[in-house]
Nanobody
Framework: QVQLVESGGGLVHDGGSLRLSCAASGPTFSLYNMGWFRQAPGKEREFVAAINWITWSGGITYADSVKGRFFISKDSAKNTMYLQMNSLKPEDTAVYYC????????????????WGQGTQVTVSE
């Protein structure tokens, strides 16, 4: 069973930056993609970004709402994925979840097999 542990969340002012990390353990050789979702209070879990875990160039996808502000990356040697979040806005406030799959990238949470516990990101005005 793949296990995912997020870190790096916190409180930041409007316009600030944070970097989230997701450490994967277990049979990571089975993974094909990893990604980030977020869920704000009273809202559905939404796709943020995804990266191909296998290819060197790491096929990357972003939600329109974060393009140009968030950047996903990976360190395969450390089995760790990152999400650099810049120019944060109050509407980015949410619990951010790391996720992984053995199939293709999808914007639907149900397509992802493994989930971390989540890390809170709060952006104040």
């Amino acid at each position: 069973q793949v296990q995912l542990v997020e870190s790096g969340g916190g409180l930041v002012h409007d316009g600030g930056s944070l970097r989230l990390s997701c450490a994967a353990s277990g049979p990571t050789f089975s993974l094909y993609n990893m990604g980030w979702f977020r869920q704000a209070p009273g809202k559905e879990r939404e796709f943020v970004a995804a990266i191909n875990w296998i290819t060197w160039s790491g096929g990357i996808t972003y939600a329109d709402s974060v393009k140009g502000r968030f950047f996903i990356s990976k360190d395969s040697a450390k089995n760790t994925m990152y999400l650099q979040m810049n120019s944060l806005k109050p509407e980015d406030t949410a619990v951010y979840y790391c996720t992984a799959s053995t199939t293709g990238q999808s914007m639907h949470p149900s397509s992802w097999a493994y989930w971390g516990q989540g890390t809170q990101v709060t952006v104040s005005e």
